[in-house]
């Protein structure tokens, strides 16, 4: 199994919930992916908690090509980091995507896809013990008080 | 006796609105305004890349007379009938839908069904503008888009948060960073 990241979820974990530690620890049982548009949209912007060292560290950066069917679900932008997370995953059926948006898991419903989100790879890093039940209680805080948007429901799954 | 010979359901027009009105859309239901079912099927054919219905650029967009026209047809063929503003199948057009399933395209059908889901339960003003920017021409003769296009953030917004568009599309069709954007909806959460 691997998993493949979308950028808002890498932010989220890595900036927000600060899991970069237990990530990179994860990464001993699973392949952590991050296609290169998404890497290049994680340095992207002014946020001041992005961490490229942490980020390349963690995720083994691919290059992918754009799957065409997905092309039209996208108004033809083949530059967005979730076309290329789902283009990978359409070609590698052991990967699972990690998609917080609920457009791009909609995609990944309507084509079969393996999916999971930021919350789901949370749950993950407390099944493997690699956070305790503290940090999870801090970490629900932190997803709370984030400038990022995650939906209320996401929230609750904490 | 076949449904699809007895009623013209080769012609796609006819066959795309049955088909339509037999999935159910994000909250279950079947039925659809004549609106939202010419986006629908306009929606899906944007998708499939391919177009077999006519549609002209008018004061809602793009809309099909041919369409109109099939609908018109369907109901006085009795496999349509209308509920207040809403079209639904009738017993008849529930069983030439089931006829229809299996000769066409299981893409086609997963297509369909994602238009519909996508835009069923959306609001009028919603769904306009979805199309407008989906494809920029369609606002040629439109008497709406103007008054649309006034409102974007707050329709943008709307979509997001309905999943209709990603945060990528939401904040092209704002001309803003997608963080920017992203942040700006955190603060109202």
Redesign the interface.
């Known amino acids: 199994m691997n998993y493949v990241f979308d950028t808002?979820a890498t932010a989220v974990l890595l900036e927000t919930c600060g899991l970069g530690q237990a990530l990179q620890a994860f990464g001993q049982t699973a392949d952590l992916i991050a296609p290169n548009r998404v890497k290049a949209?994680y340095m992207?912007?002014?946020?001041p908690g992005r961490d490229l060292e942490t980020f390349e560290r963690v995720f083994k950066t691919v290059d992918v090509a754009v799957a065409s069917e997905l092309l039209?679900?996208?108004?033809f932008?083949s530059?967005?980091?979730?076309i290329n997370v789902i283009s990978y995953a359409l070609r590698n059926s052991e990967s699972c995507c990690v998609i917080d948006?609920?457009?791009?898991?909609?995609i990944c419903a309507?084509f079969g896809l393996r999916l999971t989100g930021s919350i789901g790879i949370i749950k993950e890093l407390c099944r493997h013990r690699l956070i305790s039940e503290e940090e999870r209680r801090s970490i629900r805080r932190r997803l709370r008080q984030?400038?990022?948007?995650?939906s209320?429901e996401l929230l609750h799954e904490v | 006796m076949s449904a699809i010979t007895d009623y013209g359901l080769e012609t796609p027009s006819r066959a795309f609105l049955v088909l339509a009105l037999c999935l159910d859309d994000r909250k279950g239901r079947k039925s659809a305004d004549i609106l939202h079912i010419q986006k629908i099927i306009r929606y899906f054919e944007y998708l499939r890349q391919k177009r077999e219905i006519d549609y002209s650029n008018f004061k809602l967009g793009q809309v099909s007379y041919e369409l109109e026209e099939s609908l018109r047809t369907l109901q006085e063929s009795g496999l349509v009938t209308n509920v207040g503003t809403n079209f639904q199948l009738t017993d008849d057009g529930r069983m030439a839908a089931e006829e229809l399933k299996p000769v066409t395209s299981a893409d086609d059908l997963r297509k369909l069904a994602f238009a519909k889901q996508q835009l069923n339960d959306l609001s009028r003003d919603e769904l306009l503008f979805f199309m407008y920017k989906l494809i920029p021409e369609s606002q040629v003769n439109s008497t709406e888009a103007p008054r649309l296009m006034n409102r974007s953030r707050e329709l943008v917004e709307a979509l997001y948060r309905k999943e209709v568009i990603s945060a990528a599309m939401a904040a092209k069709w704002l001309e803003m960073p997608e963080s920017d954007f992203l942040t700006s909806l955190s603060k109202k959460r």
Do not use: H, Q, T, V
Not at chain 1, 44 to 47: F, V
């Open positions: 808002s949209e992207n912007g002014a946020r039209p679900y996208f108004n932008d530059e967005c980091g979730e948006e609920g457009f791009g898991r909609r309507l984030s400038s990022f948007y995650i209320k």
